[in-house]
């Protein structure tokens, strides 16, 4: 139970999905002609961004990115769309799922050529954390992506460096 979180109205996956699509270019790639990791890291980072400042409605940091898969390589010349939604809200803390897909411009199959999961907290003017509205989960599938998300945070709470923690160095 949250009173400040459950204070606030609750709005729905689908309300802050948002949607990037990138053409990716030669600055993009490595000399072999496949895309830099880091390229496809920053877009996650700013769609999931996104995502995380329309559900919050106040602006918000990335805290972590815990889990990214490159899955397939991507090419100068893919179109890459990267889709973000929010899977699971705590008290100031969302996480946001990115699923990263790929096609060459020239049309052909669309690959899934990443995936990650990004913690966005909402803070205030002062960087303060603040309290996020709950996520209304309207059908099985977004009920099953809560729970995996929750036990995700929870290991993520579990495993977290903590600056004030005595160091082992
Ligand atoms: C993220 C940040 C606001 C957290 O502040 P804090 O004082 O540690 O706040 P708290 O310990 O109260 O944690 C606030 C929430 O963030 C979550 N959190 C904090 N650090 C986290 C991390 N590394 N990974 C995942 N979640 C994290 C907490 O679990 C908590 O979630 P909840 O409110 O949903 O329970 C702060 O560490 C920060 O400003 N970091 C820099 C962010 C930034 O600049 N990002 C861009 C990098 S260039």
Same mark, same amino acid.
């Given at each position: 139970?949250?009173?400040?979180? #459950?204070?606030?109205p609750s709005a729905g996956v689908e309300e802050s999905r948002a949607s990037v699509v990138r053409l990716m270019v030669p600055t993009d790639a490595n000399f072999m002609g496949n895309v830099f990791g880091g390229s496809i890291l920053?877009? =996650?980072?700013?769609?999931?961004?996104? @995502?995380?400042?329309?559900?919050?409605?106040?602006?918000?940091? @990335?805290?972590? =990115? #815990? +889990?990214? #898969?490159?899955l397939q390589p991507v090419h100068v010349g893919d179109v890459v769309d990267f889709d973000a939604r929010v899977t699971w809200v705590g008290r100031t803390s969302m996480e946001i799922w990115v699923r990263v897909t790929a096609e060459p411009a020239s049309g052909g199959t669309r690959r899934h050529v990443g995936e990650a999961f990004v913690t966005m907290v909402a803070v205030d003017a002062s960087g303060h954390p603040v309290a996020v509205p709950p996520l209304a989960l309207a059908n099985d599938e977004e009920r099953r992506r809560y729970?995996?998300?929750?036990?995700?945070?929870?290991? +993520?709470?579990?495993?977290?460096?903590?600056s004030n923690a005595p160091s082992s160095r």
């Amino acid at each position: 139970m949250n009173a400040a979180r #459950d204070a606030l109205p609750s709005a729905g996956v689908e309300e802050s999905r948002a949607s990037v699509v990138r053409l990716m270019v030669p600055t993009d790639a490595n000399f072999m002609g496949n895309v830099f990791g880091g390229s496809i890291l920053a877009e =996650i980072d700013r769609v999931a961004f996104v @995502t995380a400042q329309r559900h919050a409605r106040s602006t918000v940091v @990335t805290a972590s =990115i #815990d +889990r990214v #898969d490159f899955l397939q390589p991507v090419h100068v010349g893919d179109v890459v769309d990267f889709d973000a939604r929010v899977t699971w809200v705590g008290r100031t803390s969302m996480e946001i799922w990115v699923r990263v897909t790929a096609e060459p411009a020239s049309g052909g199959t669309r690959r899934h050529v990443g995936e990650a999961f990004v913690t966005m907290v909402a803070v205030d003017a002062s960087g303060h954390p603040v309290a996020v509205p709950p996520l209304a989960l309207a059908n099985d599938e977004e009920r099953r992506r809560y729970e995996e998300g929750r036990l995700r945070a929870e290991a +993520r709470g579990r495993t977290r460096h903590r600056s004030n923690a005595p160091s082992s160095r």
